[in-house]
């Protein structure tokens, strides 16, 4: 008998599922859908929210990825439900690479193209900015396929679940290339703010880490430089001469390698290792993207009321992230930075500490991330291209098999 999930892997958000269906071919899954009143699909179960719950859940764990390089050697073609660790062991064989990952390597690459979820980079496009096609199952049980450049193709990649079944994708590729990861301590909270776009500038990605103590924290630079020379101080914060995890104190482990030492991409750009899978995580997530250029004083105005919130934070990871033209992305036609929230596991207090928060970044345009933990309802109205996704979605969706509570408040607005 198959298992119906109960929870997201951090057993954070509780699901209300009363069956999975665990179809093994495309055909299978054509079917399925057809079939079903209400379905929606359960990927890596990384979203802290509904925005996946419904009374019935699709797996697509038993259907083969089979991932395929295209012809013309730049892009690969794989079944959606991959994570990006299996990918990235796939395109390694072929001397490739995708252009960034996210923290964890074990996300569903639909899952993770339908929040935007993103890596870090102030040249690099969130993750669904990779994709060059793909293909849905939607509500009747016929196959739809886009490709960039199609009309409607911005607004499917950001897609919320709200479309249909992601079956496969495709994506850009570039040559396999090395990474060294290093992490800076010690830095102050004046010399963050004064210099914010020259350190997360400084590599190909960076992350600052901070848990909003007296000094603002630690910078983890990942850099494709074919260089060795790595200052012995960065804005004012020491080189680390051991390896860190991004919670201080936490064994690191499972964290991936640093110290300068290069090695392949898919083994340094995410902060964990692949080979370690994590367990249920007593923690909650929260994010929120701030247009670049606002990100220094949105951070001073978190700083004069973390009274209100440092207590619950495990940690907080400040990120970068470059402008697309896809329809529901946070980085629609915008540089972000995003500010990631890891909060112990107590729920209720983290809705209040979520609430100080959004009311202290309304001046600056902040949008949550669409998989993570925020308060506010009718974020969808914030999004200048919802009415061409609402219009889409009739199209591809009209008996709204894949949508639930969640999606109609918070993205369409209902009541």
């Known amino acids: 008998m198959k298992r119906v999930p109960t929870?997201?892997?951090?057993?954070?958000?509780?699901?209300?599922?009363?069956?999975?269906?665990?179809?093994?071919?495309?055909?299978?899954?054509?079917?399925?859908?057809?079939?079903?009143?209400?379905?929606?699909?359960?990927?890596?179960?990384?979203?802290?929210?509904?925005?996946?719950?419904g009374d019935v859940a699709l797996s697509l764990a038993e259907v083969p990825i089979d991932p395929v390089i295209e012809a013309d050697g730049k892009h690969v073609t794989v079944g959606a439900h991959s994570t990006y660790g299996e990918l990235a062991l796939f395109l390694h064989e072929h001397g490739l690479a995708i252009h960034n990952l996210a923290s964890l390597p074990h996300i569903s690459i639909a899952g993770a193209i339908a929040t935007a979820t993103h890596g870090s980079g102030i040249s690099n496009g969130n993750l669904a900015t990779a994709i060059s096609a793909i293909e849905f199952v939607t509500g009747d049980g016929s196959i739809v396929k886009a490709k960039r450049g199609d009309p409607d193709f911005s607004g499917m990649v950001v897609h919320l679940g709200a479309l249909g079944v992601v079956t496969r994708v495709t994506l850009d590729v570039q040559p396999e290339f090395q990474v060294a990861q290093t992490v800076y301590e010690g830095l102050a909270w004046d010399s963050l703010l004064a210099n914010l776009?020259?350190?997360?500038?400084?590599?190909?990605?960076?992350?600052?880490?901070?848990?909003?103590?007296?000094?603002?924290?630690?910078?983890?630079?990942k850099s494709t430089a074919p260089s060795d020379d790595l200052p012995a101080m960065l804005h004012g914060a020491h080189r680390s001469t051991e390896k860190r995890h991004p919670i201080i104190g936490l064994d690191p482990r499972n964290a991936t390698d640093q110290l300068g030492e290069y090695?392949?991409?898919?083994?340094?750009?995410?902060?964990?290792?692949?080979?370690?899978?994590?367990?249920?995580?007593?923690?909650?997530?929260?994010?929120?993207?701030?247009?670049r250029e606002k990100g220094a004083a949105a951070i001073e105005a978190l700083l004069s009321i973390r009274d209100k919130f440092a207590h619950l934070v495990q940690v907080v990871e400040f990120r970068t992230t470059a402008a697309d033209e896809l329809w529901l992305s946070p980085q629609y036609q915008r540089d972000t930075l995003s500010i990631h929230f890891t909060w112990v596991k107590d729920q209720e207090a983290v809705n209040v500490a979520v609430g100080h928060l959004e009311q202290a970044l309304s001046p600056f345009d902040a949008l949550p991330h669409w998989g993570k933990v925020f308060t506010l309802g009718n974020i969808g109205a914030r999004y200048e291209k919802l009415a061409d996704f609402a219009r889409l979605r009739d199209r591809m969706d009209p008996q709204r098999k894949f949508s639930n509570p969640w999606l109609e408040k918070v993205v369409f607005g209902a009541s």
């Open 263 to 291: 090695g392949r991409w898919s083994d340094r750009l995410p902060h964990f290792k692949m080979g370690f899978t994590p367990s249920n995580g007593e923690e909650i997530q929260s994010e929120f993207h701030v247009p």
């Open 197 to 221: 776009d020259g350190i997360m500038g400084a590599a190909y990605s960076v992350s600052v880490f901070t848990q909003w103590a007296e000094k603002a924290g630690a910078i983890w630079l």
């Open 7 to 53: 929870a997201n892997w951090s057993e954070s958000f509780h699901y209300s599922f009363r069956d999975c269906l665990y179809p093994s071919s495309l055909e299978a899954v054509c079917e399925t859908v057809s079939q079903a009143s209400r379905i929606k699909v359960l990927g890596s179960r990384h979203s802290f929210n509904g925005i996946v719950d």
